[in-house]
């Protein structure tokens, strides 16, 4: 069993910025796949970014890509987000999850372990 602890959600204004972490813990982390989601009332959670641990090969969401950056800390099991540019869109609850897959998967079914979720508040 992953286990996985996020921080770092809270308030900010349009144009600002902030960072996610999650720590994984549970198991050996040879290979796998790292990832964030994001979800608001009514919709779906949605892919966000993703990041492989054995090589660092990265996706995203069109929504968030040139404005986020997903890294990883192999040696402190940590994946992080770097949110720059923030819209009132991204305001949401994001999410950390893990997938046993080896390719940056965008699959909420290939994910099979689940953060409590952080909230991120993007508003003047």
């Known amino acids: 069993q992953v286990q996985l602890v996020e921080s770092g959600g809270g308030l900010v204004q349009p144009g600002g910025s902030l960072r996610l972490s999650c720590v994984a813990s549970g198991r050996t982390f040879s290979s796998m796949v790292m990832g964030w989601f994001r979800q608001t009332p009514g919709k779906e959670r949605e892919f966000v970014a993703a990041?492989?641990?054995?090589?660092?090969?990265?996706s995203y969401a069109d929504s968030v890509k040139g404005r986020f950056t997903i890294s990883r800390d192999n040696a402190k099991n940590m994946v992080n987000l770097q949110m720059n540019g923030l819209k009132p869109e991204d305001t949401a609850v994001y999410y950390c999850?893990?997938?046993?897959?080896?390719?940056?998967?965008?699959?909420?079914?290939?994910?099979?372990?689940w953060g409590q979720g952080t909230q991120v508040f993007v508003s003047s």
């Open positions: 999850a893990y997938s046993p897959l080896i390719i940056p998967t965008r699959l909420r079914s290939n994910f099979d372990s």
């Open positions: 990041i492989t641990w054995s090589t660092g090969r990265t």
